[in-house]
């Protein structure tokens, strides 16, 4: 046994994961396995089994298509995109989810075109994680998303701001490890990738919260001229 405990004490990161990922879905998995047999075996067929069936296999597609984000597919080509363009896409994609809530979205741009080298779809994921996160933070209130940049600079940074719950300090470290989640529906993953994809892209992510107040996350990405 002490063997076998100091080998895993020595699991590679990717092993980590692969054990996290394995566990979150075999957990649905056995689930829906369990009403399966037991409409099988009972023959009852109740409306509450389905809706439990249809969540549980929501929540193992939910966790797929999180981490398929990660995947570069080799058609997957990097290329020099514009920031306010990026940011402007995913306000008008996030808009109506945020305006049911109360939930204003304000964006602060320079007026000359900010560049990065990225791979576009991935970098949109990053600020919809973001952004889903403050809408879920929030019972109403406002995001405001500002990039600065000063004209003819190596970096940009896009700051995106929320109001919300705040993230308590003993947890601020565990944001980002995966499958750490608060919320009941929640996969844990966002954060996890979206740092992943910042770190492929030479970027920097830094977080800061406080409760009851709200949170800041800031990224930091090279532009390319
Ligand atoms: P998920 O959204 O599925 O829970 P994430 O990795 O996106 O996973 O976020 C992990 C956790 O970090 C959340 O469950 C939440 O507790 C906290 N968090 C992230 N962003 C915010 C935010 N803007 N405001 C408050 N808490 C946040
Ligand atoms: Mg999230």
Redesign the pocket.
Known sequence: TEEIIHQSDKLSAVGQLAAGIAHEIRNPLTALKGFLQLMEMSGVRKQEYFDIMNSEFNRIEQILT?LLVLSKPPSMHYSDSVVQDIINDIVTLLNTQAIIKNIYITTDMPEHKVYIRCIKNQIKQVFV??I???I???ESGTIQIKVVAEENTDDVTVF?E?N????PKE?LK???EPF????E??????????SQIIRDHRGELR?T?EENV??I?AVTLPTSS
Do not use: P, Y
């Open positions: 999180e994680n973001f889903k996160n403050s879920e933070a929030m995106f929320d919300g719950t705040g993230i947890l565990k944001v980002g750490f989640t608060t919320k529906k929640g996969t844990g993953l966002g954060l996890m990738v979206s977080i919260s709200g949170t996350c």
